[in-house]
């Protein structure tokens, strides 16, 4: 297969991969239990019972919140499942299915108590299934910047696809494929925090360019900065470490302890300008450079309490 057919393969989406499924010629219950007898549809979706379903365990999304699982769970209860899950048959466990989409589907129609769901049953491979898995939750948007991140990231190098063909298969710019694979650089405690929801991409961005990314991360979390003041702070850190070293201040490994780099670090990234400590048995000093009055200004409204800009 060529790298052109493979990424027309993938880019047509999850109905093209598994044949144009017609969901309306499905008649969901209205709610309690499937009949056996429910119609199919031309691509022959199935009534499958609960039980006989797993989960996959590579799917790509890993969060599924209870208050999503709860809203789909009434919709469910008030108008059956309307689209059906994807399922592939599970070599050596009898009549047994595993979920290549529709997860969280399954597992709000057990929420209500339903004991079958309807199910387009197909013969895929591994590959098969994490492809399809992949390309249906972004294009859901059913996964946090990091899962995504990870998407791409194994679209990429599972499966020796291309910036392009991932953009092309997610409908998104290669740019932002690009960025957001990019990200998983990160320190464990930025992506921890952008996954969670306690950042944004467009924090974590800015974080990427900052020389310490964890100490301006707290600096974020602590104030409640915005994306564009977070961009000015990494801005200014970096220009300060760029003059630092174009002076040849920077210290050598050798002259001062780890717990002083990282203190100068923290205080650094917090004011956005260069700090210098320097302290020995009978004390020390700090040094802390500015370029223009409003920066020596702001620093003297920290040092006096009052932070309003």
């Known amino acids: 297969m060529t790298s052109t057919d493979k990424n027309r393969r993938l880019g047509r989406g999850l109905s093209a991969l598994l044949g144009e499924v017609e969901t309306e010629d499905y008649a969901a219950p209205d709610g309690g239990d499937a009949p056996a007898s429910a119609p199919r549809s031309r691509d022959g979706v199935r009534t499958l019972p609960i039980e006989l379903i797993r989960p996959n365990p590579d799917q790509p999304r890993?969060?599924?919140?209870?208050?999503?699982?709860?809203?789909?769970?009434?919709?469910?209860?008030?108008?059956?499942?309307?689209q059906p899950i994807l399922v592939r048959p599970i070599k050596g466990e009898g009549e047994a299915y595993e979920i290549v989409a529709g997860e969280r589907r399954w597992r709000a129609a057990q929420?209500?108590?339903?004991?079958?769901?309807?199910?387009?049953?197909?013969?895929?491979?591994?590959?098969?299934?994490?492809?399809?898995?992949?390309?249906?939750?972004?294009?859901?948007?059913?996964?946090?910047?990091?899962?995504?991140?990870h998407a791409y990231r194994q679209l990429i190098d599972r499966f020796g696809h291309t910036q392009d063909d991932v953009a092309r298969a997610v409908s998104k710019s290669r740019s932002h494929v690009a960025n957001m694979v990019r990200l998983l650089a990160l320190p464990e405690a930025v992506l921890t925090s952008l996954a969670s929801g306690e950042i944004s991409t467009g924090h974590a961005r800015a974080i990427a360019t900052a020389p310490d990314p964890e100490?301006?991360?707290?600096?974020?979390?602590?104030?409640?900065?915005?994306?564009?003041?977070?961009?000015?702070?990494?801005?200014?850190?970096?220009?300060?470490?760029?003059?630092?070293?174009?002076?040849?201040?920077?210290?050598?490994?050798?002259?001062?302890?780890?717990?002083?780099?990282?203190?100068?670090?923290?205080?650094?990234?917090r004011l956005g300008l260069s700090v210098d400590i320097r302290h020995g048995s009978k004390g020390g000093e700090i040094r802390v450079q500015y370029k223009t009055l409003e920066q020596l200004d702001d620093v003297c409204r920290r040092l006096s309490g009052n932070r309003t800009a």
């Open 62 to 82: 890993k969060t599924i919140t209870e208050s999503e699982l709860e809203a789909l769970s009434e919709s469910i209860a008030e108008k059956g499942v309307v």
């Open 111 to 149: 929420k209500a108590r339903l004991h079958d769901i309807p199910a387009l049953v197909r013969e895929l491979t591994d590959k098969e299934t994490l492809e399809i898995g992949i390309v249906e939750n972004v294009q859901r948007s059913d996964l946090n910047p990091v899962e995504e991140a």
């Open 215 to 269: 100490a301006l991360l707290r600096i974020i979390v602590e104030k409640g900065l915005s994306v564009r003041e977070a961009e000015r702070l990494a801005r200014d850190a970096q220009s300060v470490k760029a003059a630092d070293s174009k002076a040849g201040k920077a210290s050598k490994p050798g002259d001062k302890d780890a717990d002083t780099r990282a203190l100068e670090s923290d205080v650094t990234a």
